[in-house]
């Protein structure tokens, strides 16, 4: 084999390496995040939450999340993260899940998002309100947030601010101490830098 012929099989070879360790550095599940506890504040209290398997799922199970007869309840919830080295945020999708009960007039579910934090980045979002007009003994609003995030790795805090607001002859749930199927569940995705 002279020169020529070792260097064009020395040249196929790496990038057909390069190609492969590409390849399954990217087929990989991404690591898990670390979430830090919960915290709700402005009239709402955190009962638990639950790390998801796949590990960047948190379920946030709340109390006294509820407004009735033309009242409201604001819920601010706040939980610490640290992204792992060599990964940033690039999309979160927030389920919330409740019931309504409308004998007249309606209920709505309000919520807007701050995230601090390099590697969580800023979400692009708009507050979001969902109306109710009808009962519903489990009703679902998902909010699919696009992040620019500014860094790979690191520590970072995604609040949520929340209002639920009724009007008279209605009621709004979000909370599982009242009803056996009320919770914010998150979903974070994350992308090599």
């Not at 607001?165 to 979000?174: L, R, Y």
């Amino acid at each position: 084999m002279n020169f020529k012929q070792f260097g064009v099989l020395l040249s196929i070879s790496t990038v057909l390496g390069t190609n492969l360790i590409a390849t399954k550095v990217l087929a990989q599940d991404p690591p898990s995040i670390q979430f830090g506890n919960a915290i709700g504040s402005g009239g709402c209290i955190v009962e638990d939450q639950l790390v998801g398997s796949d590990g960047r799922t948190l379920s946030i199970i709340l109390d006294k999340m509820s407004a009735r007869n033309g009242k409201r309840q604001r819920c601010i919830l706040r939980v610490d993260t640290a992204i792992p080295s060599g990964f940033h945020v690039q999309d979160v999708q927030i389920l919330y899940q409740g019931s309504t009960e409308i004998s007249q007039g309606k209920t709505s579910l309000s919520r807007s998002y701050i995230f601090t934090g390099g590697a969580l980045g800023v979400a692009k979002a708009t507050p979001t309100t969902t109306q109710f007009t009808s009962s519903n003994p489990l009703f679902q609003a998902q909010d699919n947030l696009t992040v620019a995030s500014a860094s790979c790795g690191g520590q970072g805090q995604l609040g949520i601010n929340m209002i639920a607001q009724s009007s008279q002859g209605s009621f709004i749930v979000v909370d599982t101490a009242d009803l056996n199927a009320g919770d914010v569940k998150l979903h974070i995705q994350l992308a090599p830098c």
